[in-house]
């Protein structure tokens, strides 16, 4: 079946410093690529998605491309911030494909 | 324009019971899912609702269940509730989902239940 794989958390930064998510999947066919975030006792809101291979999505100053070749979609950002401490999923979906989330990536950025 | 919302936000049962969760969905959206959130399986998709017929369905056994009515309000249940079916249970709602295309889901703050 199609499973998606980040990194385990925490991400520990400081503020200004780049942030690198790394994720990868595994699907037959292509499904549509999204990073959500969660803050604390809320539910989850996207933060960006891609829909075919080579798209970059991009929103708040993260960005995130869909590498069909490594079957990849990292999330990144030049310059952290405080508030951007939450934590990020990477997930699989769209059309007919069930979304498949991955386990969620921990972020806490200092001051 | 409100947001998704579920009640309750939080709800204690005990093994053998069963529970009824409820999710708005904002207005103008006829997709509903549902997914349960835990800490040791991460986010995992149970059903979709869509024009009150499930169009989609996650490996979960028949204790879950779910509908939509004519509103697009659906319900959750879980019958003869076991330990491990404590978790975040978070609906997400959409326009539509055509095949072939993704319509962004907003989720609601989620109801956690707690089975003792």
């Known amino acids: 079946g199609n499973s998606v794989t980040q990194m385990e958390g925490p991400v520990t930064l400081s503020e200004e410093a780049f942030l690198t998510i790394n994720c990868t999947y595994t699907?037959?066919?292509?499904?549509?690529l999204f990073w959500y975030v969660q803050y604390p006792g809320e539910g989850l809101q996207l933060l960006l998605k891609?829909?075919?291979?080579?798209d970059k999505g991009s929103n708040k100053g993260f960005e995130a491309t869909y590498r069909k070749e490594t079957t990849s979609f990292h999330l990144e950002k030049g310059s952290v911030q405080v508030s951007d401490s939450a934590v990020y999923f990477c997930?699989?979906?769209?059309?007919?494909?069930?979304?498949?989330f991955g386990r969620g990536t921990s972020l806490i950025v200092h001051p | 324009k409100a947001g998704v919302t579920q009640t309750p936000r939080y709800l204690i049962k005990t093994r053998g019971q069963q529970v009824t969760l409820s999710c708005s969905p904002i207005?103008?959206?006829?997709?509903v899912s549902w997914y349960q959130q835990t800490p040791g399986q991460g986010l995992q998709f149970l059903f979709e609702?869509?024009?009150?017929?499930?169009?989609n369905k996650g490996n979960f056994p028949g204790r879950f269940s779910g509908r939509q009515f004519s509103n697009s309000r659906s319900e959750m249940n879980v019958s003869t509730l076991e330990l491990g079916d404590s978790a975040l249970y978070l609906c997400?709602?959409?326009?539509?989902?055509?095949?072939?295309?993704?319509?962004?889901?907003?989720f609601g703050p989620g109801t956690r239940l707690t089975v003792l």
């Open positions: 997400a709602s959409s326009l539509d989902r055509d095949r072939g295309t993704y319509n962004e889901q907003f």
């Open positions: 207005s103008g959206h006829r997709s």
């Open positions: 891609a829909t075919k291979a080579d």
């Open positions: 699907a037959t066919g292509y499904p549509s």
């Open positions: 609702y869509f024009s009150e017929t499930q169009r």
């Open positions: 997930a699989s979906g769209g059309g007919s494909y069930i979304p498949t």
